[in-house]
């Protein structure tokens, strides 16, 4: 029998079954911003074949129940999930943000003349690098302590304090999520024209993977961690 359907929220099947992800990515399905809103809605607005797609979904699912090996984050602890993030996502666009953006000034330099839409590249990824700059600073300086204070005193101010600012949080990941879309548009899905050089190749393959991360980062925030807060501070 079929585990899921058009009628799920997309952040709910992500989060029953987090390899998911991978095939709403080939889809180009929003499974992190998009993540609060039924499957269908994205089917119909996007003329997905729904059937394939649901047939990928639940074939894949059947596979993991029987492995079991996927890290289920619904069901992980509060201090878990900011481990998880702090040490896979942080870590990675601390270290790779800076390497990505020299790059993108490298090929812009080198190819610009030739390639006009680079200049709205490096544009793109200037605004998105300073951007999350900002986000993850809030994040470990604002909202990670609040919750793990709350976690030690169960201090509903610490509390308020972690879900006060989830608002401004999903805003930024909107507008990240938006600006990934519009560098995968303008690079027709990060795939390097003829004539670059390998510094080209890697550069766009840096931008994928920026992408993936960067999904499932939000993923992780926007439909499980932030909804859990948000449920603490009304019970």
Same mark, same amino acid.
């Given at each position: 029998?079929?585990?899921?359907?058009?009628?799920?929220?997309?952040?709910?099947?992500?989060?029953?079954?987090?390899?998911a992800?991978?095939?709403?990515?080939?889809?180009?399905?929003d499974f992190?911003c998009?993540?609060?809103r039924? $499957?269908?809605?994205a089917?119909? =607005?996007?003329?997905?074949? +729904?059937?394939?797609?649901? %047939?990928?979904?639940?074939? &894949? @699912? !059947?596979?993991?129940?029987a492995?079991?090996?996927?890290k289920?984050?619904?069901?992980?602890?509060?201090?878990?999930?900011?481990?998880?993030i702090?040490?896979?996502?942080?870590?990675?666009?601390?270290?790779?943000l800076?390497?990505?953006?020299?790059?993108?000034?490298?090929?812009?330099?080198?190819?610009?003349?030739?390639y006009?839409?680079?200049?709205?590249?490096?544009?793109?990824f200037?605004? $998105?690098?300073?951007?999350?700059? =900002?986000?993850?600073?809030? +994040?470990?300086?604002?909202? %990670?302590?609040?919750?793990k &204070? @709350? !976690?030690?005193?169960?201090?509903q101010?610490?509390?308020?304090?972690?879900?006060?600012?989830?608002?401004?949080?999903?805003?930024?990941?909107?507008?990240?999520?938006?600006?990934?879309?519009?560098?995968?548009?303008?690079?027709?899905?990060?795939?390097?024209?003829?004539?670059?050089?390998?510094?080209?190749?890697?550069?766009?393959?840096?931008f994928?993977d920026?992408?993936?991360?960067v999904?499932?980062?939000?993923?992780?925030?926007?439909?499980?961690?932030?909804?859990?807060?948000r449920?603490?501070?009304?019970?």
């Amino acid at each position: 029998m079929n585990r899921f359907n058009s009628t799920l929220k997309i952040g709910e099947i992500v989060n029953a079954f987090p390899k998911a992800a991978d095939i709403f990515k080939e889809y180009r399905v929003d499974f992190c911003c998009g993540g609060n809103r039924p $499957l269908s809605e994205a089917i119909n =607005e996007q003329n997905i074949n +729904e059937s394939e797609l649901l %047939y990928k979904i639940n074939s &894949e @699912y !059947e596979i993991y129940e029987a492995n079991a090996k996927d890290k289920n984050w619904a069901e992980a602890s509060t201090s878990e999930i900011i481990e998880q993030i702090l040490n896979k996502h942080h870590a990675y666009l601390w270290s790779e943000l800076p390497k990505i953006s020299k790059l993108s000034t490298t090929i812009l330099r080198v190819h610009g003349p030739h390639y006009s839409e680079l200049s709205k590249v490096h544009k793109l990824f200037s605004t $998105l690098k300073m951007e999350l700059e =900002e986000h993850l600073n809030k +994040e470990e300086t604002i909202q %990670y302590p609040a919750i793990k &204070e @709350y !976690e030690r005193t169960n201090s509903q101010s610490d509390l308020k304090k972690a879900v006060d600012i989830i608002d401004d949080l999903e805003s930024e990941h909107t507008n990240a999520g938006d600006i990934l879309k519009e560098l995968r548009k303008i690079t027709n899905d990060f795939t390097m024209p003829e004539g670059g050089c390998e510094t080209f190749d890697l550069t766009y393959q840096k931008f994928h993977d920026l992408e993936s991360d960067v999904f499932q980062h939000i993923h992780l925030e926007n439909n499980i961690l932030f909804p859990r807060l948000r449920n603490l501070l009304n019970k």
